[in-house]
């Protein structure tokens, strides 16, 4: 009898399109919040899916694995950045969340970032979660409906409910608001742990907004490779069909969803950049997907990474191109892969070397 796939491996890939979202967009992460919570809803239950895979269904666990190390750079989060006539730079891999394991900076990452003069983030307005609400609210066409309709008349009654439901356990919001923001915002807050949620409705603060700390304490520049806007309407730009499914399909994952996100971490730690890619792109039966599916990914990869990827080594390049030591810190699915800011430093001459 050939083993039996968990039952978490069932469920089609559209749902991991929230977590890459919450992964690589610190705007999304930094408008997450819950309402009035105590210690004990920072306890986080998630457990390690890789783990179960490597047990239960081991051939789609060699698979992720094989995948992985395919993917170019797909292992490591630091990175030295040189270029003859300036002081060398550093590249960064983050994860927007706060937990506690992800706060405490390697000495090398602390090394890197006591050497630079200038850090610079995908927001600099991670420093200030009210600021980045205020312009959020400001863009109400990219996040809400404004023609009086809402998300339950583009979802089945079943979906609706099951959304809502989630909705009113994880959001800090009532659902008779939530119900007006469009999917892809909605998504953010049933996808994201009621742990983390916890976590920064009581302050704590996510790792881009430790580093900007830091990087004010110290009296650093702090400069933005994009803005709160341009996020907004990067994740606003897909295709509204495919964002109700990864919202209803994020939605019956339902607590499941933590276990994708302890994974991360734990993947996160191991510097295992590459199999966090790998292992998205497997959560589904067999790890194959429609022609329709691959084509919408793609369209997902293409706005929401590839031309944000183009963006940010722009703005490394005017970094070091004024003198270099500059400490750059975005998404770390950002760095891995042909697409890669990693790869596009690379091939645009610059000695890029894992730390």
């Known amino acids: 009898m050939p083993p039996v796939k968990p039952r978490f491996w069932r469920r089609r890939s559209f749902a991991v399109l929230s977590v890459i979202a919450l992964a690589i967009s610190a705007a999304l992460s930094g408008l997450m919040s819950a309402g009035k919570v105590s210690a004990a809803d920072m306890v986080c239950n998630g457990t390690n899916v890789m783990d179960k895979l490597a047990k239960n269904s081991p051939e789609i666990a060699k698979k992720v694995e094989a995948a992985a190390d395919t993917l170019p750079?797909?292992?490591?989060?630091?990175?030295?950045?040189?270029?003859?006539?300036a002081r060398p730079s550093y590249l960064f891999g983050t994860m927007h969340m706060s937990d506690p394991r992800l706060l405490d900076l390697t000495p090398?990452?602390?090394?890197?970032?006591?050497?630079?003069?200038?850090?610079?983030?995908?927001?600099?307005?991670v420093l200030?979660?009210?600021?980045?609400?205020?312009?959020?609210?400001?863009?109400?066409?990219?996040?809400?409906?404004?023609?009086?309709?809402?998300?339950?008349?583009?979802?089945?009654?079943a979906d609706a409910k099951l959304v809502g439901d989630l909705v009113s356990k994880r959001g800090s919001i009532p659902w008779?608001?939530?119900?007006?923001?469009?999917?892809?915002?909605?998504?953010?807050?049933?996808?994201?742990?009621?742990?983390?949620?916890?976590?920064?409705?009581?302050?704590?603060?996510?790792?881009?907004?430790?580093?900007?700390?830091?990087?004010?304490?110290?009296?650093?520049?702090?400069?933005?490779l994009e803005t709160v806007e341009s996020q907004i309407r990067a994740l606003s730009s897909l295709p509204e069909p495919l964002m109700l499914t990864?919202?209803?399909?994020?939605a019956k994952l339902g607590d499941r969803m933590d276990d994708i996100f302890e994974t991360m971490i734990q993947l996160y730690e191991r510097e295992e950049t590459g199999t966090v890619w790998a292992m998205m792109r497997h959560l589904s039966p067999e790890g194959v997907k429609s022609q329709v599916q691959t084509s919408d990914y793609a369209a997902f990869q293409r706005e929401i990474v590839d031309k944000r990827n183009i963006i940010m080594a722009e703005g490394t390049e005017k970094l070091i191109k004024a003198g270099g030591g500059a400490f750059i810190a975005v998404g770390a699915l950002h760095l891995p892969g042909e697409n890669g800011l990693?790869?596009?430093?690379?091939?645009?001459?610059?000695?890029?070397?894992?730390?």
């Open 108 to 125: 090398k990452v602390s090394a890197a970032l006591n050497s630079s003069s200038i850090v610079a983030l995908e927001v600099t307005d």
């Open 73 to 85: 750079n797909g292992k490591g989060l630091l990175w030295k950045i040189e270029k003859q006539g």
């Open 342 to 355: 990693v790869s596009i430093l690379a091939q645009r001459g610059y000695k890029v070397t894992r730390q």
């Open 246 to 250: 990864a919202l209803t399909e994020t």
């Open 176 to 224: 008779f608001l939530a119900k007006r923001l469009k999917p892809w915002a909605l998504m953010g807050a049933i996808a994201t742990p009621a742990c983390e949620n916890a976590r920064k409705a009581a302050g704590k603060p996510f790792l881009d907004q430790k580093l900007a700390q830091i990087a004010d304490e110290q009296g650093k520049e702090l400069v933005s």
């Open 128 to 157: 200030d979660p009210e600021k980045m609400k205020q312009k959020a609210t400001a863009m109400l066409q990219y996040t809400s409906y404004t023609d009086g309709s809402d998300v339950t008349s583009r979802l089945s009654e």
